[in-house]
C-alpha cells in the first residue's frame, strides 16, 4: 500500500511538471519566430539566396522528431507536451516553407 504523502507528493509534482512543459513553448518561440521574420524579409527585399546557409535536412530531420515526439505525448495523454510539440512542428514547417520558397529545396518532378 502506498502512503498518502507519496500520493500527495506525486500529483505535485505532476503539476508542477505540467506547467513547466508547458512555459516550455514561450522560450522555443523567442528562438524561433526572429529567424521567421528574418527570413521573410530577406524574401520580401529580394535576397532569398541568403537562406540557402540554412539547413533545409536537419529542418526535416527536426519536424520529423517533433512529430514523433507529438504522436507519443498524444497517445500518453500529456497535453502539455504535446502542445510544446506542435508547436515545434508549426514553426519548423515555416522554415521549411520559407526555404523552400526560396528555391533552395530540390523538388520531385
Known amino acids: 500500500r502506498v502512503p498518502a504523502w507519496v500520493s500527495q507528493t506525486r500529483a505535485r509534482w ?5 506547467r513547466m512543459a508547458s512555459s516550455a513553448t514561450v522560450p522555443f518561440l523567442f528562438l524561433t519566430l526572429p529567424q521567421i521574420v528574418k527570413n521573410a524579409s530577406l524574401i520580401a527585399a529580394g535576397r532569398p539566396d541568403a537562406l540557402g ?4 535536412e536537419g529542418q526535416v530531420t527536426g519536424l520529423l522528431g517533433n512529430l514523433l515526439l507529438l504522436s507519443y505525448f498524444a497517445d500518453k495523454g500529456e497535453m502539455s507536451a504535446w502542445v ?3 508547436v515545434g512542428v508549426c514553426a519548423t514547417g515555416a522554415l521549411l ?3 523552400c520558397m526560396a528555391g533552395h529545396i530540390p523538388l520531385a518532378e
Open 14 to 18: 505532476d503539476g508542477v511538471t505540467a
Open 53 to 56: 546557409a540554412i539547413s533545409w
Open 84 to 86: 510544446v510539440q506542435g
Open 97 to 99: 516553407t520559407q526555404i
